[in-house]
Every structure is written in C-alpha cells, then in structure tokens.
C-alpha cells in the first residue's frame, strides 16, 4: 500500500540577537493545526533545528533520513523581513557565528557543491496564494549566507539525489509578529503580520504543495 505524502516542516531555536525565534511557533501552530484536522491522506511532520552550524547539518540530514519526505519546507526569522520571504536560491556560502559561539567549518557549505541551487516548490504560486489571503508576501533572491541558507542548499542538494517530488524551499518570517513580543518590547516597524497570520500563510502553502501531490482534501 502507498503512504500517504509526507511534507517535512523545520523550524529554528534561538540564535545571536533573537532569543526567541517564532519559526518555531509557527511551526508548532502549523502542526497543531495539520494533527486537529486529522486527516489521513496527508502527513505533515516537523523538526526543530538548533541555529549550530554542526548540529543544524546533523539534525536535518536524520530528520530527512527518517521522514524521506516528498515535500520539505524550512522555516527561519530575518530582520529584513516584513511577511512571508519565500526564497528561490541557495548560495553555497556560510558565515558568522552561531548558537555555540562557533564560526562554520569553512566558508563553502558544500566544499564540490554547485555555486546556487534554485528552490523546487513553485515560489510564485505561494506568493500570489498568500497575497490572496491578504498576507505580505515576496520572493527572494538572497537566503543570505548564515543557518536559512544553509538548510535550504543542503535540503535542495538531499532533493537531488532522492524523490522529493513535491519540492524543497525555505521561508523567512518576521523576527517578531505583530501582537506577538518577544525580547523585542518594540514591534518592527512595517510588520502587521500576527501569529495567527503566519500559521494562517503556513497552512496555505502545506494545502498548495499538498494539492500538488495529490492529496484529495475533499472532506477536510
Ligand atoms: N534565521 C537565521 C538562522 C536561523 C533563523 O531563524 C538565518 O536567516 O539564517
């Protein structure tokens, strides 16, 4: 018997500068949402990443391992985001220090890697869908070259080399979600997203790569 698609979620823990990170309540949320909805015809699963350049890398590859996933989507905060930031390239480069204190093993993510590697799941469909549900919401071009980055080379370089058919990309949310304080006492100039928002967007773009693959909602 066929397995019903799974779609690998992860989520970030805190990090130099954010000692909260709400990736990983949106995550959370997200999940939460996916397990009351209960539907068999889907499986949506997540893991939370230590931002440890070491650690992140070890963690992911056991998290794709165990759940061989046909979609995967990562999850992380940027300052510079004011919505959804839905990224379409992966540089093979990684810098600054992480959790630990620690700078990455070398410069390179992967030493033979290929300089970029274009996010799989359909980018352009997830901002017009998210907009349509009145979120802010763009395509990026830059993952940057710290943690995000870094997840969304490796998960595109594992989609590679196995059938990750449903696609592999990465989305930076906001530090900080309106009505949503963390250390942060100030809300962020321009973002008007809440957490609610947030899960809202995520479940949004769970159904699009689920339709994608498949799976009949009829019912849910
Ligand atoms: N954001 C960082 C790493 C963890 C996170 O949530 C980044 O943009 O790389």
């Given at each position: 018997?066929?397995?019903?698609?799974?779609?690998?979620?992860?989520?970030?823990?805190p990090?130099?500068?954010?000692?909260?990170?709400?990736?990983?309540?949106?995550?959370?949320?997200?999940?939460?949402?996916?397990?009351?909805?209960?539907?068999?015809?889907?499986?949506?699963?997540?893991?939370?990443?230590?931002?440890?350049?070491?650690?992140?890398?070890?963690?992911l590859?056991?998290?794709?391992?165990a759940a061989?996933?046909?979609?995967?989507v990562?999850?992380?905060?940027?300052r510079?985001?004011?919505?959804?930031?839905?990224?379409?390239?992966a540089?093979?480069?990684a810098?600054?220090?992480?959790?630990?204190?620690?700078?990455?093993?070398?410069?390179?993510?992967?030493?033979?890697?290929?300089?970029?590697?274009?996010?799989?799941?359909?980018?352009?469909?997830?901002?017009?869908?998210?907009?349509?549900?009145?979120?802010?919401?763009?395509?990026?071009?830059?993952?940057?070259?710290?943690?995000?980055?870094t997840?969304?080379?490796?998960?595109?370089?594992?989609?590679?080399?196995?059938?990750?058919?449903?696609?592999?990309?990465?989305?930076?949310?906001?530090?900080?979600?309106?009505?949503?304080?963390?250390?942060?006492?100030?809300p962020?100039?321009?973002?008007?997203?809440?957490?609610?928002?947030?899960?809202?967007?995520?479940?949004?773009?769970?159904?699009?790569?689920?339709?994608?693959?498949?799976?009949?909602r009829?019912?849910?």
């Open positions: 018997m066929n397995r019903a698609p799974t779609i690998l979620l992860t989520a970030f823990g990090f130099p500068g954010v000692s909260q990170n709400v990736s990983s309540d949106v995550v959370k949320r997200t999940m939460q949402h996916f397990a009351d909805r209960g539907t068999s015809e889907l499986n949506v699963t997540a893991t939370l990443l230590p931002t440890e350049w070491r650690a992140a890398t070890t963690t590859a056991g998290a794709l391992e061989r996933p046909d979609a995967y990562g999850f992380g905060v940027s510079k985001a004011c919505g959804f930031v839905v990224e379409t390239l540089r093979n480069a810098a600054s220090v992480d959790a630990n204190k620690q700078m990455p093993p070398q410069s390179q993510i992967l030493s033979r890697g290929v300089r970029y590697q274009t996010a799989t799941i359909p980018t352009r469909r997830i901002v017009s869908e998210l907009r349509a549900l009145n979120l802010p919401a763009r395509r990026s071009l830059n993952a940057g070259s710290y943690l995000c980055n997840v969304l080379y490796l998960g595109l370089a594992h989609a590679n080399g196995s059938a990750v058919r449903g696609g592999c990309g990465f989305v930076h949310l906001p530090t900080q979600l309106a009505g949503h304080e963390t250390d942060a006492k100030t962020i100039a321009g973002v008007r997203m809440s957490l609610d928002d947030a899960v809202a967007g995520a479940v949004r773009l769970i159904d699009l790569l689920a339709d994608d693959l498949g799976v009949n009829a019912g849910t």
